[in-house]
């Protein structure tokens, strides 16, 4: 089993820069039965809803069904980088299934819930109150 907390301290786990992935942060290691790669989706608010780049999870995705990794994981993190759930990637895509994804600055992208389940738009955690 993968300590995906681990990943941010553990040497054995290299950070890649991939513009493929851009706005996230992904992780890979060897071991025993080859690659693994973890997607790493930040939120940088102190709650919300994640977002997921479609082209980043189909990166993943892809590597797994064409042998280039063994395992594809996705995991989000909260502003403190507290692992908050994780999930194969396939199984991430699978949930999605046929939901159209949103625009964005980085391209089309998903928003998750804590479970990594989607949603239908970003449910932040907006105030109606008037603050003056």
């Not at 991939?18 to 940088?44: F, N, Q, T, W």
């Not at 908050?84 to 895509?93: G, L, N, R, Y």
């Amino acid at each position: 089993m993968i300590d995906f907390q681990g990943i941010f301290h553990d040497k054995n786990w290299r950070l890649y820069r991939l513009e493929v992935c851009i706005p996230h942060r992904l992780y890979v290691r060897h071991d025993d039965d080859g690659k693994v790669a973890v997607l790493v989706s930040l939120r940088r608010r102190a709650e919300g809803d994640w977002s997921i780049s479609k082209r980043a999870l189909h990166h993943v995705t892809n590597a797994e069904h064409d042998k280039r990794i063994a395992q594809g994981h996705i995991i989000i993190v909260d502003n403190t980088w507290t692992v908050i759930a994780a999930a194969s990637a396939c199984e991430v895509q699978v949930r999605i299934g046929n939901m159209p994804p949103n625009p964005g600055y980085w391209g089309d992208f998903y928003w998750l819930n804590a479970a990594l389940q989607p949603t239908a738009g970003y449910r932040g955690g907006a105030d109606n109150e008037e603050p003056l």
